[in-house]
Each structure stands twice: as C-alpha cells, then as structure tokens.
C-alpha cells in the first residue's frame, strides 16, 4: 500500500538533514587523501538502505535504531525522527524492495520475446535485496502477510504486461498464477543453503545473476516454465481432472 508506515516530512528534517551532512563533510575531509564519493542520497533514503543492509546480514532481530543509526552514519533520534517507529522503518523497507523488484520485472516483461537475456541478467540490480527477503519471509506476522500480497499484486501486474508483450501466454486465472509463481520464487529464497547445497548456486551473493552457476538454476527454471514438464496426454488429464475438481465446488455451493 502507498506510503504505508511513512511520516510526512517536517521543517525540522531540513536542520536535522544539514547538519548531519555538514558532519559527513567534515569525516569526508579529515579522512583519506583520496576523497570518498559525495553520497547524494537523501538522509532518509540512507537510513532505510542501512536497516536493509543490517536485516539483509543479520536478520530482523538486529534491527535497531542505534545499530541502523550507526551503519547509516546518523543519531538514532534522526531514524525515528524521519520514520516515526522502527515499524515504520521495517514498512518503509518492504515498499523499498517491492518497488525495485517490480521495476525490474516490468522492465524485462515489456521488452518482449526479444529481450537479451544476458544484458537483463547482467543489469540486475540484486545488492542486499535477496538476502533481506530470505530474512523477513520466515516471519509469521502481519508486516510479511502484506509485504507477499503486495508482491503478488505487483506479478498481476507485470505478468498482464507480459501477455500484451507476447512473452507469456494468457491466463484464465492471472491472481492465482501470480501467487504461485512469487512463493515459488521466493520459497527458493527462503531454502538458498540448500539451493547452494545442491546446485552450487548462491542466491544471495550480488554477482549471482552474471556467475556462470547461475545456469544450473535458470535453465531448470525456464524448462520448466517454457516447456512444461508433462507429457500432452498427462497435461490433458490433469486438466480436466482440475475442470471436474472446480465443478464439484460449484455444484456443491448450489445445494
């Protein structure tokens, strides 16, 4: 949901954000000869990519606003101060991550069959994002609940731009498409020990997409996907066995 967990910003972030950039500043200048590059991130933005950073390595207990404070070079006060709790902070990392995947697979899902594969892997922008997600997904709570719906929604979403782009087929039922292809995917998040285990592929390391491992698990993935793994004749029973399992439920709710 938009803004959801956020606090309108205040008069009060323009003193906070510049004095903490001057303190930036200052460490910038007494530190090495070489000059670090001049982080134009807003103080806010800096904030919620730290506590991604600090959940994405040590999981959602460690999130604290000293500890977040500290990896984001601000005071604690500035991280309640601009998201209002840390429930706040864990929303705003959530949306963070679900609008960069779904601009990523917009992005892939418009171009078309002729998408290059390769650049499209090459240019992903993965950072911490897998390994927060394979943190936060083993929560049974309300804050995950939304953070999967709002994945899923998105996947409705990009999936009909798929269709209109003729790289995937259409659907009679795009909600329930959606939500079992993102828990797969993000159930392979969830068990990457044993993915790494067993095909040598490291979900959560950032140079994953362009490692040549990478192909033990995509080529599975589009086998299964771009050519099905069932005979025409099983497909056909199992189809109709789906069709006579929803007509039961039909005539069953008529009674």
Known sequence: ?????????????????GAERSCNDVNMRSGSPEMAPRDD???????????IDVVAA??????????????????PGSVIHHFGSMDGLRAACDE????LIRAQKTDALTAGP???????????????????????????????????????????EYAEAGVASGMLRPTDD?????????????????????????????????????SPAMARYVGPVYEIFGHGIFSDAMAATISQAVDDLAASGEDSTNE
């Open 174 to 210: 795009p909600h329930g498409r959606a939500a079992i292809m993102v828990l797969w995917s993000l159930g392979g998040l969830v068990m990457h020990r044993h993915l790494h285990r067993l095909l040598g592929v490291d979900l959560l390391d950032a140079q994953a997409t362009t």
């Open 41 to 51: 991130r807003t103080t806010r933005a800096r904030i919620r990519d730290a506590a």
């Open 114 to 156: 002729g998408l290059d594969i390769a650049s499209a892997l090459r240019g992903a922008r993965v950072g911490p994002l897998t390994a927060y997600l394979a943190a936060v997904l083993g929560e049974d709570s309300p804050a995950v609940a939304r953070l999967v719906d709002d994945l899923v929604a998105d996947a409705v």
């Open 1 to 17: 949901t938009p803004g959801r967990g956020r606090v309108e910003n205040s008069s009060d972030d323009t003193v906070i954000d």
């Open 58 to 75: 040590d999981g959602p207990a460690a999130l604290s606003a000293r500890r977040v404070a500290d990896t984001a070079g601000v005071s």
């Open 96 to 99: 963070h991550v679900v609008a």
